[in-house]
């Protein structure tokens, strides 16, 4: 009952926003259930959220950018921030995309942009939990296991952010950590954290919706497993 009030809730915002003119009505969400408009909602939030993200890595880890002359943080965006992903993977990462590029991003033996492999890894996943759809209407469907799962292998992004070093005992990447000043700076936590609760929000919904089951497994995150998604 609670669960069915807060989609409600999140419903009514909908509509609140598109009468307020910051999202404008169309007749395609005459084909969308509930659900469906939900769906979307938390779609454009976890991309803003990949966005800040990205922007956030490379501001902290500019070497990253500079492996690969003459490139741009927008460039980076616009490769991966597309459902349109290369057949084969992505060439730069040797052919990988999704989850496999997550392991890539923490391998010791891989020289290249390390933010671009991240990124790649995340965006490919999250992008496979919605079935690579930025969109969804009444007959199409999603599977829980996929968005709690991408939601457990965010949880290790963010540990390995914080404890992967390379051989010389350097972090792999720059993420959280203490300004010169003393001040503390845990907003890349922060940011991971928000897209870890959208993504289980979104599977909770969609078990209760169809009452399918989560099979909640017990995952250490201080591991470089990823679950396939």
């Not at 460039?75 to 992505?90: A, C, K, N």
Request: proline residues 3%; glycine residues 6%.
């Amino acid at each position: 009952m609670l669960l069915r009030t807060g989609i409600t809730f999140l419903l009514a915002l909908a509509l609140t926003a598109c009468s307020a003119g910051n999202r404008p009505f169309e007749f395609k969400n005459l084909a969308k259930s509930d659900m469906d408009l939900i769906t979307d909602i938390h779609i454009l939030e976890i991309r803003d959220a990949i966005r800040e993200l990205t922007v956030k890595l490379y501001k902290r880890n500019p070497r990253e950018l500079a492996k690969v002359p003459d490139m741009t943080v927008s460039g980076r965006l616009d490769s991966f921030m597309t459902v349109q992903r290369p057949e084969g993977g992505y060439a730069e990462l040797g052919g990988l995309d999704g989850v496999d590029a997550l392991y890539l991003a923490f391998s010791e033996e891989y020289e290249g942009d390390r933010v671009f492999a991240l990124m790649v890894g995340i965006t490919g996943m999250i992008s496979a939990s919605y079935n690579n759809q930025l969109e969804f209407y009444l007959l199409d469907d999603i599977d829980q296991q996929k968005l709690y799962n991408s939601a457990r292998n965010l949880e290790t992004v963010a540990w390995l952010l914080n404890t992967r070093k390379d051989i010389n005992g350097d972090l792999m990447l720059l993420s959280n950590g203490i300004a010169l000043d003393g001040t503390p700076n845990y907003s890349y936590e922060r940011v991971l954290a928000k897209m870890i609760v959208i993504q289980d929000m979104m599977a909770k919904m969609v078990a209760d919706s169809t009452n399918r089951h989560i099979n909640q497994v017990v995952h250490g995150v201080a591991s470089m497993t990823f679950f396939p998604i």
